[in-house]
C-alpha cells in the first residue's frame, strides 16, 4: 500500500485515474504523465525500497556484532567513511586538479571507506567492551571523518562543492533506471546474504567465547559482517546520500513488532519494516501537493530522533534482547 501511496502521490498533482492508466498503458515517456510516473515516481520509490531494506539491516547485524542497542552505520561513523570517500573523488579538484565521478567508482569508493571505518571499529571495539564508550568513540570517529570532508569542501571547487553538498542532504530521487539495474540485485543480494548469516548472528548475540564454544568461526564470522555491513552501507549511501536514524530505529521496530531475537525472523522482518518505514518518509518528503520535495534524511531525523531517545530512555526494555 505504500509503494502504491508513494507513486500515487508526489509534490505534481496526478489523478489516480491518471496513474493507473499510465500504469497500465507500460513504460512510455511520450506524456506528462507518464515521464512524472515513470521517470521520477517509480525509480523513486524503488530506491526507497532498497534502501529501506538494507540499512536497517545492515544496522541490525552491526548492533548484534558489537552488542549495542544503538550501533548503526551513521551511529558508528560508517556512513561518514563513505561520505568522505565520496567526497574525495566528487572534490578532488579543489587539491589535485583531477575529479572522479562516474558512478561505479564512488560505489566502490563508498564502500571502501564504510570497510575501512568498521575496520577500525573493530579494532576499538576489541579493547573496550563497554557500549556507551564504543558509542562515544564511534561518534568522535564520525566527527574526525567529517572533518576531513569538511576540509575537502573548504578547498573544493563551487561545483563540486555544490554536487556534494546536495548528494549530502540524502536523496532518493537522483536514481536513475540504469543505476537501479546494478542497485536492485544488490540490495537483494546483502538482505539474503544478512539472512543466511542468521545463525552466526545468533550465536554471536550470546557473546564470542560461547559462540567459539558452539564451532563458530568467530575470525570468519566478524570478516564477513563487516564486509557485508559496510558494503551494503556504502552502497546505499553512493546513490542515495548519508540516511540517519533509519539503521538504529527500525531494528528496535522489528524487535518490538515480533518479539523475538532470532535473527531468521528479525532479518526479513527489519527488511520489510524499514521498506515501509522509508516509503513513509519518502511520501512525506515529497509533500504532496506543494511544488517542493524535502531532502529525505530531514524526515528520517525528525522522526527517528525522537524514537532513538525514547528507546534510550526505556533502555531496560532494549537490553533484553543483547
Not at 579493547?127 to 568513540?137: M, N, S
Not at 518479539?259 to 513513509?280: C, E
Request: charged share 10%; hydrophobic share 55%; glycine share 10%.
Amino acid at each position: 500500500l505504500l509503494l502504491l501511496a508513494d507513486i500515487f502521490l508526489g509534490s505534481v498533482w496526478l489523478s489516480p485515474a491518471t496513474v493507473f492508466q499510465t500504469l497500465f498503458e507500460g513504460y512510455h515517456t511520450d506524456s506528462a504523465a507518464g515521464l512524472i510516473v515513470w521517470e521520477a515516481r517509480m525509480p523513486r520509490a524503488v530506491t526507497a525500497l532498497c534502501a529501506g531494506m538494507v540499512l536497517p539491516v545492515c544496522g541490525l547485524m552491526m548492533q548484534t556484532f558489537f552488542r549495542n542497542p544503538v550501533a548503526g552505520p551513521d551511529i558508528l561513523g560508517v556512513s561518514s567513511g563513505a561520505g568522505l570517500a565520496v567526497a574525495i573523488l566528487t572534490m578532488g579538484a579543489g587539491l589535485t586538479g583531477w575529479t572522479a565521478t562516474h558512478q561505479v567508482s564512488l560505489i566502490l569508493a563508498a564502500i571502501a571507506g564504510s570497510v575501512a571505518v568498521l575496520l577500525l571499529m573493530l579494532v576499538i571495539a576489541g579493547k573496550t567492551r563497554d557500549a556507551v564508550t564504543l558509542l562515544i568513540i564511534g561518534l568522535m570517529v564520525g566527527a574526525g571523518v567529517s572533518a576531513l570532508s569538511g576540509i575537502l569542501q573548504y578547498f573544493s571547487n563551487r561545483d563540486a562543492l555544490r554536487s556534494f553538498l546536495l548528494w549530502s542532504f540524502g536523496s532518493l530521487g537522483g536514481v536513475t533506471w540504469t543505476e537501479l539495474i546494478i542497485l536492485l540485485p544488490a540490495a537483494l543480494f546483502v538482505v539474503l546474504l544478512s539472512w543466511l548469516m542468521a545463525k552466526p548472528l545468533n550465536l554471536l548475540l550470546t557473546g564470542e567465547q560461547y559462540a567459539f564454544t558452539m564451532g563458530l568461526s568467530v575470525r570468519r564470522a566478524r570478516l564477513l559482517l563487516v564486509f557485508v555491513t559496510g558494503a551494503g552501507a556504502g552502497l546505499v549511501t553512493a546513490y542515495c546520500g548519508p540516511i540517519a536514524f533509519v539503521g538504529i530505529a527500525v531494528p528496535h521496530i522489528a524487535r518490538m513488532i515480533w518479539d523475538t531475537a532470532d535473527h531468521r525472523t528479525l532479518v526479513p522482518a527489519t527488511a520489510v519494516s524499514g521498506a515501509a518505514v522509508m516509503l513513509l518518509c519518502d511520501i512525506i518528503a515529497q509533500l504532496p501537493g506543494y511544488q517542493t520535495i524535502l531532502p529525505v534524511n530531514i524526515i528520517t531525523a525528525l522522526l527517528g530522533a525522537p524514537f532513538v531517545i525514547w528507546l534510550l530512555v526505556r533502555s531496560r526494555r532494549i537490553n533484553n534482547y543483547f
